[in-house]
């Protein structure tokens, strides 16, 4: 039996929330959503995840804070290391906000509005 990959959307449109964890699901993802960047810490230290589905523009701890965070405390606690897969999402940060998100760590960056298929090249790229 095939290992369940594990995903965490953390975005604070619910839209969004749930047009990509409809996308995974469907695909046979578990999926955990969580509306602000501040619950993240909490998530990584409780399950371990294959991707990391995240928003930069939120209230409360953006996506580059949460992003800068994850990548520092790889060798920490969390179970989910430096290795994870993470896709940021933006529909206000711009081309600049998403080239800086990469710099610091996100293995790819999506403007909304995004197509799932679009969603679908980046996971499987």
């Known amino acids: 039996m095939a290992v369940q990959r594990r995903a965490l959307i953390v975005d604070d449109e ?3 929330r ?4 409809k996308a995974l699901e469907e695909r046979g993802w578990a ?8 619950y993240v810490e909490d998530a990584l230290e409780h ?8 928003d930069l523009m939120m209230p409360g701890m953006n996506g580059f804070e949460v992003l800068r ?17 993470v896709i940021a999402l933006s529909g206000k940060a711009g081309d600049e906000g998403l080239g800086f998100a990469q ?9 909304k ?7 679908w090249r980046v996971i499987e790229g």
Not at 103 to 111: E, F, P, T
Not at 113 to 119: A, R, S, T, Y
Request: charged share 30%.
């Open 18 to 21: 749930f047009v990509v964890s």
């Open 14 to 16: 619910p839209s969004i």
């Open 31 to 38: 999926v955990r959503k969580l509306d602000d960047g501040v």
């Open 69 to 85: 965070k994850m990548r520092a405390l790889a060798n920490g606690n969390w179970k989910t290391r430096a290795s994870v897969r």
């Open 47 to 54: 399950d371990a995840f294959d991707l990391v589905v995240l």
């Open 103 to 111: 710099r610091i760590g996100a293995d790819a960056v999506l403007s």
């Open 113 to 119: 509005p995004f197509e799932v298929e679009e969603l």
